[in-house]
T-cell receptor, first 112, second 111 residues
Framework: EDQVTQSPEALRLQEGESSSLNCSYT??????LFWYRQDPGKGPEFLFT???AGEEKEKERLKATLTKKESFLHITAPKPEDSATYLC?????????????FGKGTKLSVIP | NAGVTQTPKFQVLKTGQSMTLQCAQD?????MSWYRQDPGMGLRLIHY???????DQGEVPNGYNVSRSTTEDFPLRLLSAAPSQTSVYFC??????????FGPGTRLTVL
């Protein structure tokens, strides 16, 4: 069964304290790993798509990396406005990106 | 572009009532999907569509119906609401090979 597991469930950081979020997946024939950010009361907002092991993408203080079994979302010198729930998702084996399987998310809190 | 829009934002139903959650997109996306989000469960796929007239079931389809008569609209129908359908519902759309873009959600409570 295709699965996506995120850890930790929750993370509290001081402003400026860098850290990483983990997303491990079990799916054969990966057709993309997607990272989203979700603020309370809002829909998920797209951040990155990674397709192959070794690929990296960056956006402001965020950098996403991908290996054959997991992805990391590195947050460098976070600010309070980075506080949100971060979700990762993959399409199931043989499926398209319209059928995403999501992890349960990591709730990030950045304390001033 | 408004992107993906959903109405209503909030809804309270009584057990057994029916209703339709509306979803529309103005990006000419072929693919549209419905998810529900529950505490501790993450987002789960209800139904999806790969084009007008084509729909299929996702992980949790029971109690829900969909149809896709136009590219822009993908309504989700609850036939006879149950308390277990209390959730936040998200609609998403995408083009082939592209990421999904999500709407703002509908928060549904079934009493």
């Amino acid at each position: 069964e295709d699965q996506v597991t995120q850890s930790p469930e929750a993370l509290r950081l001081q402003e400026g304290e860098s850290s990483s979020l983990n997303c491990s997946y079990t799916v054969s024939g990966l057709r993309g790993l997607f990272w989203y950010r979700q603020d309370p009361g809002k829909g998920p907002e797209f951040l990155f798509t990674l397709y192959s092991a070794g690929e990296e993408k960056e956006k402001e203080r965020l950098k996403a990396t991908l290996t054959k079994k997991e992805s990391f979302l590195h947050i460098t010198a976070p600010k309070p406005e980075d506080s949100a729930t971060y979700l990762c998702a993959v399409p199931p084996s043989g499926a398209g990106s319209y059928q995403l399987t999501f992890g349960k998310g990591t709730k990030l809190s950045v304390i001033p | 572009n408004a992107g993906v829009t959903q109405t209503p934002k909030f809804q309270v139903l009584k057990t057994g009532q029916s209703m339709t959650l509306q979803c529309a997109q103005d990006m000419n996306h072929e693919y549209m999907s419905w998810y529900r989000q529950d505490p501790g469960m993450g987002l789960r796929l209800i139904h999806y569509s790969v084009g007008a007239g084509i729909t299929d079931q996702g992980e949790v389809p029971n109690g829900y119906n969909v149809s896709r008569s136009t590219t822009e609209d993908f309504p989700l129908r609850l036939l006879s609401a149950a308390p277990s359908q209390t959730s936040v519902y998200f609609c998403a759309s995408s083009s082939p090979g592209d990421t999904q873009y999500f709407g703002p959600g509908t928060r549904l409570t079934v009493l």
